[in-house]
T-cell receptor, first 113, second 115 residues
Framework: EPEVTQTPSHQVTQMGQEVILRCVPISNHLYFYWYRQILGQKVEFLVSFYNNEISEKSEIFDDQFSVERPDGSNFTLKIRSTKLEDSAMYFC???????????FGSGTRLTVV | AQKITQTQPGMFVQEKEAVTLDCTYDTSDPSYGLFWYKQPSSGEMIFLIYQGSYDQQNATEGRYSLNFQKARKSANLVISASQLGDSAMYFCAMREGPSNYQLIWGAGTKLIIKP
């Protein structure tokens, strides 16, 4: 069964450093998303991406965040200068048309120290 | 106001019993979708079942079924014949509007299956 692949599974970074989280969505999907889940809290939407541009973003997705689909297969989330409160599980998801079938990756657990 | 409400923070259920996890939602959009996901302790998010607002029948997927009561705005997940491996967090989520829109999530229910 097709799956969404995220790397790395865990990342520890120093506060103020830049991190790039990587995702390979399902190949025939057109919509791509990043969500995050702070430990013990609910899942929060960050951004959606379609046709090589951001289609929707939340208040969390400020200037410190950016997304890119550099080569037609990878989908990346960059955090420019990490803060302690960025520590969370970050999920990539992809979806096809029709409202059914958001497939999530296994997540990247980011710890900012 | 909360868009997705899961009123059960935690539940204990005896193995092999059926379990119902509650979810109520709030939307004025006539087109929406409701999702249930399972998150084991390892952290990944596993899709379980989907119900569209225009679907006439309740969704079923193996041991999972969705008790969709549109007038009450509830979308409860029913797990039949629970197994120890069902112990996990369960999240209800809703997509309002077109198919590519974001998911709005509930706070989750921690389900523990007792042997």
């Amino acid at each position: 069964e097709p799956e969404v692949t995220q790397t790395p599974s865990h990342q520890v970074t120093q506060m103020g450093q830049e991190v790039i989280l990587r995702c390979v969505p399902i190949s025939n999907h057109l919509y791509f998303y990043w969500y995050r889940q702070i430990l013990g809290q609910k899942v929060e939407f960050l951004v959606s991406f379609y046709n090589n541009e951001i289609s929707e973003k939340s208040e969390i997705f400020d200037d410190q965040f950016s997304v890119e689909r550099p080569d037609g297969s990878n989908f990346t989330l960059k955090i420019r200068s990490t803060k302690l409160e960025d520590s969370a599980m970050y999920f990539c998801a992809s979806g096809g048309p029709g409202g059914y079938g958001y497939t999530f990756g296994s997540g990247t657990r980011l710890t900012v120290v | 106001a909360q868009k997705i409400t899961q009123t059960q923070p935690g539940m204990f259920v005896q193995e092999k019993e059926a379990v119902t996890l509650d979810c109520t939602y709030d939307t004025s959009d006539p087109s929406y979708g409701l999702f249930w996901y399972k998150q084991p302790s390892s952290g990944e998010m596993i899709f379980l079942i989907y119900q569209g607002s225009y679907d006439q029948q309740n969704a079923t997927e193996g041991r999972y079924s969705l008790n969709f009561q549109k007038a009450r705005k509830s979308a409860n997940l029913v797990i039949s014949a629970s197994q120890l491996g069902d112990s996990a967090m369960y999240f209800c989520a809703m997509r309002e509007g077109p198919s590519n829109y974001q998911l709005i999530w509930g706070a989750g229910t921690k389900l523990i299956i007792k042997p």
